[in-house]
Each structure stands twice: as C-alpha cells, then as structure tokens.
C-alpha cells in the first residue's frame, strides 16, 4: 500500500492553499469590479439616463368599439427651474412629432424656486396649433409667479388654465369635457365650483394634480349623484394626476422620500371601477436633483369617443 510522507504532502498542499488564496483575491477583485461599475452606472442612469431619457407610455381608453379616437398627450410636473435643460428642448420635439389632439397638463409646471422664462422659452417650442389645458399644482402656488402672470403665459400659447372650472372642448367630432380642480395642498379647491352647469357627459375627463386628491372627490361625486336625475348625473371616466414622480427615488417599488400629501399611491392605474385614475411619473424634479427607478414619463392616450 503507498503512502504519502509529510515531506511529499507539504508542498502539494502548500500549491493547493495558494491556488485557493489567488481565487479567492480573483473573486475579491471581480466582485469590487461589479459593485464599482454598478455604483458608476447607478450614479449615471440616476442623474442622466433617468432625467434626461424619457418614457413615452402609450394606453387605449375610452369606447373600445369606437372608430374614432382622441389623441390626448398627458404631461405634469415639468418644474422648470432657472434654466431651460436641453431634455426639455428634446420634449417640445417630440410633442410636435406625435402632435397630439390635445395636450393635458396637471400642475407644477414651475418649480417652487424656479423661474417663468424657461416655461415660456419651453412652451414657445411646441406647436402653437396644438390645443392645450393646465391646472396649478403646489410648486405652481409655492413660487412668486403671480396667477395672472400663468393665465398669460398659457393664453399666448393656445392653453386653458383651468382653476375649478370646466372646458368642453370640441375633438374628432365629438364633445370632451375637461373639469380642472384647484391644487389642495396649497390652492382653494372646489369640485362643486368646477362641474357647475356640468351634467351627465359621454367623454368627461378630470385634472388633479395630487392623486390623493382623488378620494374626496370620489366621495362628493357620489353625493351630488344621489340628488340628480339618471340623465343628469356626472359621468367622468378618468382622473389624470401627478405630483408624485413615481416615487422619483424608487428601489424595487420602494420608495422612502415622497411629497407631502402623495398617499399610498406611487404610480399607474387605480381604481376598480370609473373614474379610473392614472398617476404618471411627471417629467422634471423637485427637491432631489436626480431620478431613479423612477424615468421621466410622457404620457399618451387614444381616447376611443
């Protein structure tokens, strides 16, 4: 029987152990590889591709048997700052591609420290024949910019700012009704201001800026329902809102840092039953100067009429 002696195991051994020691400092090695170019591509895509590379989304509502659709592009939550960033001169490009029926815009246009000439260098940009409307959202009411000083720069650029009111407005041969509703965070909202004079619509849309905003209202639709007859009773079949960025910082569906009065809401589709709410992602920043897991949205909507 053979046998190996001390002498002939040690340095076999002493091979193997280093052979284990270089592996292991290979793996040390590949692994601070992979976590520095993950950190680097995170910090990337976090204050570039997510910022400045934006999502269009696409969804098919309204009459699903209709011939005819609506093309509505839904934008919120520019915050536009001191100045324009080339991702927005990107957007007005786009938006005049698509060129869409209608443009339908839910507040914060401006940021809270922001500035109006990059709004007006911005809106300048998109075609003026495109027809547009515009709530104000918290940012729009936190900053110096006067009310007035937004109705002009909306009414030069062919934009209805809606502050609880409604506007009908007349697309692909058919009657679209848009119900605009103050920001309630730092605004004086009133939904029943807003669809006074309005009844029972076959295509009825409604502007909120925060998506918590939606469950007060849910609950005053119905009661001002009870008082109407069948052929009077609002009819809205979706709720547009922003206000929460998707989370802006978002890690795997979590997100830590959210607005005041967000609610439990990130971002998508709510709602079992009409009015269905769709909660966009917005477009510009606020507070934190980056996104992640969170991409900048447009939005956009064939409305079946």
Known sequence: MCQYTGKKAGPVLMRKVARIR?????TKRKLIIAAATGIVVGI???LFLEKYFFEIKTFHIGKKESNRQVKLLFLTDLHFKRFLDPSYKKLAGKIN???PDLILISGDVIDEDGMYAPAKEFFSMVELSIPKVAILGNHDHKNRIRFETYKKLYVQNNCELLLNESKAFTLGGKQIMITGVDDFINGIPSFSMAIEGVGKEDN???LVHS?????TILKEIIEINKSRPEDEKLNIQYIFAGHNHGGQLCIFGFAPIRPKMAGNYLNGWYNKKAPFLYLSRGFGTSTL???FGARSEITLFYLGV
């Open 22 to 26: 270089e592996m292991t400092k290979n």
């Open 211 to 215: 998506p918590l905003q939606q469950e």
């Open 97 to 99: 591609l698509i060129s």
């Open 44 to 46: 990337l895509d976090a």
């Open 289 to 291: 100067p980056f996104r």
């Open 204 to 206: 009825h849309l409604l």
